[in-house]
């Protein structure tokens, strides 16, 4: 919830070594409309550039088998990875490490913020990184620490006045 109040009510001013510097710009209240929402199996994938007109925050909830939860409980979670797919030609963007926790919690999709450098894009007049699809991906043995079927929802983050 951080992250979309930052973009949506600062504006980037300058950047250096990797940081960004911020300045207020108003104060207004993010707010999530649900413009789509499904389950897809790992590795098939959320498709949302059809929607990248907008700003997107994506939701990902995948559940741990009971061999999972156990598995989280006595040493860790097991891996996942989240695929971003170019809009249009459907090349991988990139792939990353991804907990299932942070999934679950979401993510700006769109514009997709892979490095400091693409907070500034707006201001550059460089276009924006667009995805078009992500992906659930589990490492090869993975597989039966979670279930077959992945949540998914999609936002378009929209601005309300500050009701305080």
Do not use: C
Not at 82 to 100: E, F, H, K, Y
Not at 106 to 126: I, K, Q, W, Y
Request: glycine share 8%; charged share 25%; net charge positive.
């Amino acid at each position: 919830m951080l992250l979309r109040h930052l973009l949506l009510n600062y504006e980037p001013v300058d950047s250096e070594g990797g940081f960004v510097l911020l300045r207020s710009r108003s104060a207004l209240r993010p707010r999530l409309k649900l413009v789509h929402e499904g389950t897809v199996r790992a590795g098939d994938r959320i498709e949302v550039g059809a929607l990248n007109s907008a700003d997107l925050w994506l939701e990902i909830a995948l559940e741990p088998t009971r061999l999972g939860r156990l598995r989280a409980l006595f040493y860790q979670p097991p891996t996942v990875r989240l695929a971003a797919w170019r809009a249009g030609s459907g090349d991988l963007l990139t792939r990353r490490r991804a907990p299932a926790a942070m999934l679950a919690a979401g993510f700006v999709a769109h514009p997709l913020l892979l490095r400091t450098e693409d907070m500034l894009n707006p201001n550059s007049g460089e276009p924006a990184r667009q995805a078009g699809a992500f992906s659930v991906e589990l490492p090869p043995g993975t597989e039966r620490f979670w279930q077959s079927t992945i949540r998914f929802r999609v936002f378009q983050i929209e601005l309300a006045a500050d009701s305080r």
